[in-house]
């Protein structure tokens, strides 16, 4: 089995076909005394969950298995984060996911800890595909903390990505996380052997976009609007 090098939030190997891990953590928010920020297990593991099938979906894998890893107890933390991950799979019409995990019984905890690992595979991937001259496009916005909470309609999600993806000719799509939107930008350009020009725009490109709550993605077409979903012309590749 080889090992895929890349610099993405993926851990890739090659067998007969590509098994590619995607993984995610989330601490201090949740419902717990001492959390930092405020906000219901159920949709922070929705998010949490999110974050991975984000990376997956980015690169055409299908998720297999689910692992939950919650350093709480199980009720009702880990049970509520249990029940998010089905709900989540189910609203992306993912069927017959195999779903483990672990919780922590022995002792009381006073802030919210987890990890959602997702196995998957691909018989091809959707990277490095990127061309000189393709536009980089930028799909949402970068949010963190509580702007997270109170722009939830327009976070990145696993549909939106389909989306783009099945009606557009793309070269990549890539999740922007708490590196920022330039950190992504760099990793495309390192794969495809670019470098790349930035249009002047008002987005902070270093800014952390917490949970995957935007994403960038190439294509050599002019798009001038994704309806109401946020859609800025940020750059192009050289």
């Known amino acids: 089995m080889k090992k895929i090098n890349t610099k993405r939030d993926l851990t890739i190997f090659k067998d007969n076909e590509y098994?590619?891990?995607?993984?995610?953590?989330?601490?201090?928010?949740?419902?717990?005394?001492?959390?930092?920020?405020?906000?219901?297990?159920?949709?922070t593991a929705k998010m949490t969950l999110r974050v991975c099938l984000n990376e997956l979906f980015s690169v055409g894998a299908t998720p297999k298995a689910v692992f939950s890893l919650v350093a709480?107890?199980?009720?009702?933390?880990?049970?509520?984060?249990?029940?998010?991950?089905?709900?989540?799979?189910?609203d992306n019409e993912l069927k017959d996911i195999e779903i483990n995990g672990s919780s922590e019984e022995n002792f009381e905890t006073k802030m919210t800890a987890f990890g959602i690992n997702v196995f998957s595979t691909a018989k091809k991937l959707k990277m490095k595909n990127t061309k000189s001259d393709y536009f980089i496009y930028l799909v949402g916005e970068p949010f963190v903390g509580q702007e997270v909470v109170n722009?939830?309609?327009?976070l990145l999600t696993p549909k939106i990505i389909k989306f783009i993806i099945n009606n557009y000719e793309?070269?990549?799509?890539?999740?922007c996380g708490s590196g920022g939107i330039l950190k992504e930008l760099n990793i495309l350009s390192k794969e495809n052997s670019l470098d790349f020009e930035l249009f002047?725009?008002?987005?902070?490109?270093?800014?952390?976009?917490?949970?995957?709550t935007c994403g960038v993605f190439t294509t050599k077409e002019k798009i001038e609007s994704m309806g109401d979903?946020?859609?800025t012309l940020i750059g192009k590749y050289i």
Not at 30 to 42: A, C, M, P, Q, S
Not at 170 to 175: A, M, N, R, V
Not at 200 to 212: C, N, R, V
């Open 19 to 43: 098994i590619v891990f995607a993984m995610d953590s989330c601490g201090a928010i949740g419902e717990k005394e001492y959390d930092v920020l405020n906000f219901d297990i159920y949709n």
């Open 151 to 154: 722009n939830q309609d327009i």
């Open 72 to 90: 709480n107890e199980f009720d009702p933390t880990a049970g509520t984060i249990l029940k998010a991950i089905k709900d989540e799979l189910e």
């Open 170 to 175: 793309i070269g990549d799509l890539i999740p």
């Open 200 to 212: 002047d725009t008002k987005i902070d490109l270093e800014k952390s976009a917490g949970p995957a």
């Open 229 to 231: 979903y946020p859609l």
